[in-house]
């Protein structure tokens, strides 16, 4: 659990200080933190999924987890768009395309803080495998 908490943190660290560099334009930071973000996003994910192995999801916990997914759904749908509008303002650079590419973004972040929300939500929800055989 520890090492998927850090894995949290960090990625929560790193969208915060993507946020920033994006609003403020500091294009070189900017794109080096989507790459660190993106592992720390696929690393806190499968430290989610290691921890979550060794859970039973029943009743509410299980209704919540149905959710939790499909956020995960939404996030991995905004992706590729946000990525394609941040290519398209890195390479001609226009108001309408900045507005586009940080409503994508800020989209992406509301996601991805809902499904961290809800899978929160179905951990806590959720009896470990040895009292749930017990």
Same mark, same amino acid.
């Given at each position: ?6 894995? #949290? ?8 200080? #993507?946020?920033?560099?994006?609003? &403020? ?9 989507? !790459? ?12 989610? =999924? !290691? ?6 999801? =029943? ?33 001609? =650079? ?8 940080? &409503? ?31």
């Amino acid at each position: 659990m520890t090492t998927f908490l850090v894995a #949290l943190a960090l990625t929560v660290l790193l969208l915060v200080a #993507l946020v920033v560099t994006g609003h &403020k334009g500091q294009r070189s930071a900017h794109y080096a933190l989507v !790459v660190l973000t993106l592992a720390s996003l696929v690393w806190a994910v499968r430290e989610a =999924e !290691v921890y979550g192995q060794g859970l039973v999801f =029943e009743g509410a916990a299980e209704s919540v987890r149905t959710i939790h997914f499909v956020f995960v759904g939404c996030v991995l749908a905004l992706l590729p768009v946000m990525v394609v509008t941040g290519v398209r303002l890195a390479r001609v =650079e226009d108001p309408a395309r900045r507005r586009l590419h940080a &409503k994508m973004a800020y989209a992406f972040l509301v996601m991805v803080l809902v499904t961290c929300t809800l899978g929160a939500a179905m951990t806590m929800m959720a009896e470990p495998i040895a009292v749930a055989a017990g």
